[in-house]
């Protein structure tokens, strides 16, 4: 059985975020993920994550620039002194709420030059936390233009350049279907190299629910079959309020025969 990580970012957004935690608590989630924390005081939400026993277990880099800016820029060349510093910033963070991922974004790039830069600081990265794990995710062109990181060709050729254990990727079945069109195809050919699953529906990106796009029953019980441990991110964005579209987390653990945390 999966276990369901609440996005934050996208979940229960009439609260703050704080209270956020404690939502996802109650609607029986079994831990958190935040993509870009930085606007709260990090104690806050240490100690909501300490009152609930939730973990926090994926933010983004880089800090909080991102909003109405760059998504990111770890392949922007001329860029490496701004990723190191704005990466330790992050990895604070991560190491206050002792998030167990870091999603790096690459920004908008292109080209050899691009490639040189990303593998080059993600090596950097790599080596100055090796202790914490790092992910890079292929996001589809057409939500992001000019996104570096769109595919799997790409981030499997970035995975083996850098070559470092604490660096995986990381697979939304939203933004693997734009990419792939075939989530299950694509989950048993990267599947190993995954270290943190996100879900979502398509074509709009709504609650992970059944559809002709994607049979989510299929791609849990593929999870379960490859040996998939790690958490499943709900990064999804609610059709109307939260806690009115959790039907598709009940019926996630009815079919297993488990019913959501007294």
């Not at 990580?5 to 939502?23: G, H, I, K, Q, W």
């Not at 490496?80 to 330790?88: G, K, N, S, V």
Request: contains cysteine; charged residues 20%.
């Amino acid at each position: 059985m999966p276990r369901f990580a609440a996005n934050l970012t996208n979940l229960f957004t009439e609260l703050a975020l704080p209270d956020r935690v404690t939502a996802a608590a109650e609607a029986g989630f079994d831990a958190v993920e935040v993509q870009f924390p930085y606007d709260s005081p990090a104690m806050e939400i240490r100690n909501a994550l300490g009152r609930t026993g939730l973990p926090l277990v994926l933010i983004n880099a880089p800090p909080p620039n991102y909003t109405g800016g760059t998504s990111g820029f770890a392949a922007v060349p001329g860029g490496q002194q701004r990723f190191q510093h704005d990466f330790r910033r992050a990895l604070r963070y991560a190491q206050t709420l002792k998030a167990e991922h870091i999603h790096v974004m690459s920004g908008a790039a292109w080209g050899d030059q691009a490639l040189d830069t990303m593998v080059a600081n993600l090596k950097w990265a790599c080596a100055h936390a090796p202790e914490q794990s790092l992910t890079i995710e292929p996001m589809n062109a057409e939500d992001l233009p000019g996104y570096f990181m769109c595919s799997f060709r790409l981030a499997m050729e970035v995975l083996e350049a850098v070559d470092a254990p604490n660096l995986s990727l990381q697979f939304d079945t939203y933004h693997v279907h734009r990419i792939t069109g075939d989530v299950l195809a694509s989950w048993t050919r990267f599947g190993a190299h995954v270290g943190h699953v996100q879900v979502a529906g398509v074509p709009d990106q709504g609650e992970p629910d059944e559809g002709a796009e994607i049979d989510f029953a299929a791609f849990y019980a593929a999870l379960g079959a490859s040996g998939y441990t790690g958490w499943v991110g709900a990064d999804y964005r609610p059709r109307r309020r939260t806690s009115e579209g959790l039907g598709w987390l009940e019926a996630a653990r009815a079919a297993e025969g488990l019913k959501r945390p007294a």
